[in-house]
């Protein structure tokens, strides 16, 4: 079985500019999760998708951060324009939610580097 | 909000030797979940292993145990005949939310754990 894959695994890219993060996660998992962890930190959530509908955006910085996952399979997170403190790796998990507190896999993240 | 707490960010064991790692919690809810995840220098974050709230039985899987104080909101993991392999970033997490399989989790800082040879 395929785990979750993410992509690119390391981006750099210069302040102000746009970027993209693309996650795929395992087959037949309806939840999807991103999560952002800084430098030293345990992981945060950013935002939390039941097939394409997101049921927790709370933490998600809506000024530049915006999320899709428009069929309920893949989702992309985006960051228009990128600032410096932006620089972490960003996590995707999923998991079913079919039964109770079910196991979310993690992806191999993506690490920006903001220059 | 629930916060998780891991007061130990470095710790070290000797191969084969025992070690725990401490982990509290604060929330006010009744029923919720605890893990313990690795996260080794490749990034990839691996579940080590999980507790109910509602279960007094402290769970265990193979090398790996837990000590859960419900009362005390403490959630400690002890890792026997440690390995190499176990070097790592170790975090404890907060499950909360409908109690259906989707659900937000909340981790602590993390232990960096080295094992020696």
């Known amino acids: 079985e395929a785990g979750v894959v993410q992509s690119p695994r390391y981006k750099i890219i210069e302040k102000k500019q746009p970027v993209a993060f693309w996650c795929n996660p395992i087959?037949?998992?309806?939840?999807l999760y991103w999560y952002l962890q800084n430098l030293g930190q345990g992981p945060e959530l950013l935002i939390r998708y039941e097939n394409e509908e997101a049921v927790d955006d709370s933490q998600l910085p809506k000024d530049r951060f915006s999320a899709e996952r428009l069929k309920g399979v893949d989702s992309t997170l985006k960051i228009q324009p990128a600032e410096l403190g932006d620089s972490a790796v960003y996590l995707c998990?999923?998991?079913?939610?079919?039964?109770?507190?079910?196991?979310?896999?993690f992806g191999p993240g993506t690490r920006l580097t903001v220059l | 909000a629930q916060t998780v707490t891991q007061s130990q960010p470095e710790m070290s064991v000797q191969e084969a030797e025992t070690v725990t790692l401490s982990c509290t919690y604060d929330?006010?809810?009744?029923?919720?979940?605890l893990f313990w995840y690795k996260q080794p220098p490749s990034r990839q974050m691996i579940l080590v292993i999980r507790q109910e709230a509602y279960k007094q039985q402290n769970a265990t899987e193979n090398r790996f145990s837990v000590n859960f104080q419900k009362a005390a909101k403490s959630f400690s993991l002890k890792i026997s005949d440690s390995q190499l392999g176990d070097t790592a970033m170790y975090f404890c997490a907060f499950g909360s939310g409908s109690g259906a399989g989707s659900y937000q989790l909340t981790f602590g800082k993390g232990t960096k754990l080295s094992v020696i040879p």
């Open positions: 998990a999923s998991s079913h939610s079919w039964s109770s507190y079910n196991e979310q896999f």
């Open positions: 087959s037949g998992h309806n939840t």
């Open positions: 929330t006010s809810e009744n029923n919720y979940y």
